[in-house]
C-alpha cells in the first residue's frame, strides 16, 4: 500500500509541475508526447534479457527539459531447485520447479533534449534522461512446489534507470525514437500533440 501510494504522489506531482511549466514556459515545437516503445530489459539474476513494453507521456518543465510519467511491463519464466527436507536427496519431491515473474515498472522519466548544442537538423532530437519509480511484481510458482516462495532473488522495489536516446521526427505529428539504457532499452513511436 505504501508503494502505491508514493507512486501516485509521484504521478500527482508531474502533472502538478506541467500545469505550473505551462504557464511560465514556451511549447516545444512538437508539444507533448506519448511514446510507445517496446525492447529488451536485462535482469542480472536471471542472466538474459527479456522484452518488455513501455508506455510515458511527455510534457515540457523548462527549456529543453521535460518530464515523463512511465509505465511499462515484463514477465519471465525462470526455475528454483526444491525438495522436501525431511526426504532423502534421491526422492521425486527433489526436482526443477517453475516460476513467473510479471513486473511493472512505474514513475517518472526526466530528459535533456541536446538539440541546440549539437545545433541538430529539425528532424532529429538527442537526449539524456534519468528514470525515477518503483517496480511492483508479481510471483506465481508451479502446482507442487512448497517451498520457500521467496527462493529467487529478490530485486529492490526502486527503480533506476539512465538514458540517452535518439528520435527521428516523420512530421509534425509522428516520430520514430531509439531509446537505450542501463536497465530497460527500446524502439518506438512517438505521438505529438
Given at each position: 500500500?505504501?508503494?502505491l501510494i508514493?507512486?501516485?504522489?509521484?504521478?500527482?506531482?508531474?502533472?502538478?509541475?506541467?500545469?505550473k511549466?505551462?504557464?511560465?514556459?514556451?511549447?516545444e515545437?512538437?508539444?507533448k508526447t506519448?511514446?510507445?516503445?517496446?525492447?529488451?530489459?536485462?535482469?542480472g539474476?536471471?542472466?538474459?534479457?527479456?522484452?518488455?513494453?513501455?508506455?510515458?507521456?511527455?510534457?515540457d518543465?523548462a527549456?529543453?527539459?521535460t518530464l515523463?510519467?512511465?509505465?511499462?511491463?515484463?514477465?519471465y519464466?525462470?526455475y528454483?531447485?526444491?525438495?522436501?527436507?525431511?526426504?532423502?536427496?534421491?526422492?521425486?519431491?527433489y526436482?526443477r520447479?517453475?516460476?513467473?515473474?510479471?513486473?511493472?515498472p512505474?514513475?517518472?522519466?526526466?530528459?535533456?533534449y541536446?538539440d541546440?548544442?549539437f545545433?541538430a537538423?529539425?528532424?532529429?532530437?538527442?537526449?539524456a534522461?534519468?528514470?525515477?519509480?518503483?517496480?511492483?511484481?508479481?510471483?506465481?510458482?508451479?502446482?507442487?512446489?512448497?517451498g520457500?516462495?521467496n527462493a529467487y532473488?529478490?530485486?529492490?522495489s526502486l527503480y533506476l534507470?539512465a538514458?540517452?536516446?535518439?528520435?527521428?521526427?516523420?512530421?509534425q505529428?509522428?516520430?520514430l525514437?531509439?531509446?537505450?539504457?542501463?536497465?530497460?532499452s527500446t524502439?518506438?513511436?512517438a505521438?505529438?500533440?
Amino acid at each position: 500500500m505504501k508503494k502505491l501510494i508514493i507512486a501516485s504522489a509521484l504521478l500527482v506531482t508531474s502533472f502538478v509541475i506541467e500545469c505550473k511549466a505551462q504557464e511560465t514556459t514556451s511549447a516545444e515545437k512538437y508539444g507533448k508526447t506519448l511514446n510507445l516503445g517496446a525492447g529488451i530489459g536485462y535482469h542480472g539474476y536471471i542472466g538474459h534479457s527479456v522484452p518488455v513494453v513501455m508506455l510515458n507521456y511527455e510534457f515540457d518543465v523548462a527549456k529543453n527539459f521535460t518530464l515523463a510519467p512511465f509505465i511499462g511491463a515484463y514477465s519471465y519464466q525462470n526455475y528454483y531447485y526444491w525438495g522436501n527436507p525431511s526426504k532423502p536427496n534421491w526422492d521425486p519431491s527433489y526436482r526443477r520447479y517453475a516460476y513467473r515473474e510479471t513486473a511493472v515498472p512505474l514513475g517518472v522519466k526526466g530528459t535533456y533534449y541536446f538539440d541546440q548544442l549539437f545545433q541538430a537538423n529539425s528532424k532529429w532530437d538527442f537526449y539524456a534522461a534519468g528514470s525515477l519509480g518503483f517496480v511492483f511484481r508479481t510471483v506465481t510458482w508451479e502446482n507442487g512446489y512448497y517451498g520457500d516462495r521467496n527462493a529467487y532473488q529478490k530485486r529492490s522495489s526502486l527503480y533506476l534507470d539512465a538514458h540517452v536516446g535518439a528520435e527521428y521526427h516523420l512530421n509534425q505529428k509522428a516520430g520514430l525514437f531509439l531509446d537505450l539504457s542501463t536497465g530497460i532499452s527500446t524502439f518506438g513511436l512517438a505521438l505529438h500533440f
